[in-house]
């Protein structure tokens, strides 16, 4: 959302509008900024609704654990870290089940844990996603998907 002139309303609102082939959507409430399984759920609807199901990357985990993906393209592979990043210390171990899409062209040919460089046992999907899970993440892990 951003800032223009505006009124107050009694109701929030939320605008959803299509510009050539792209879509844009406009909150005039800042869902981001309440802690709600309500808000966070309309968020995240939002995000897939305007991605149309083309992830580059899931995660199915507790919602504590945040996942990010590099492409390192000149290596020829991504380099995804989960944080286990819970309020009270130490973190409690979670489990994750996730997926990675190949860059465009591209296909996975092998997925490790680093910094231990241990093989990860994983699937591939009719389309080329990668499909894997760690077991336990405790505070940190990472991996790395090599491709072709």
């Known amino acids: 959302h951003s800032s223009p002139p505006w009124e ?4 929030p609102m939320v605008v959803l ?11 005039a409430a800042a869902i981001e900024t309440h802690d709600s399984d309500a808000q966070a ?3 995240v609807a939002l995000v897939r609704m305007l991605l149309d ?15 990010s993906v590099f492409d390192q393209r000149e290596k020829n592979r991504l380099m995804a870290s989960f ?5 009270e210390l130490p973190p409690v171990p979670v ?14 040919r092998s997925l490790r844990m680093v910094p231990e460089e241990s093989a990860l046992k994983f699937a591939l999907d009719s389309d080329g996603t990668l499909r894997s899970e760690i077991g336990s993440v405790d505070l ?8 072709e």
Do not use: C, I
């Open 8 to 11: 107050d309303l009694d109701h």
């Open 83 to 87: 944080l286990n990043y819970q309020a």
């Open 53 to 67: 199901g083309e992830y580059a990357y899931t995660a199915e985990a507790h919602p504590a654990l945040w996942m």
């Open 95 to 108: 489990r994750v089940r996730f997926s990675l899409r190949p860059p465009y062209g591209k296909r996975f």
């Open 140 to 147: 940190l892990a990472m991996v790395l998907a090599e491709y």
């Open 41 to 43: 759920k309309l968020f």
């Open 17 to 27: 509008n299509e510009y050539g082939a792209g879509r844009a959507v406009y909150s």
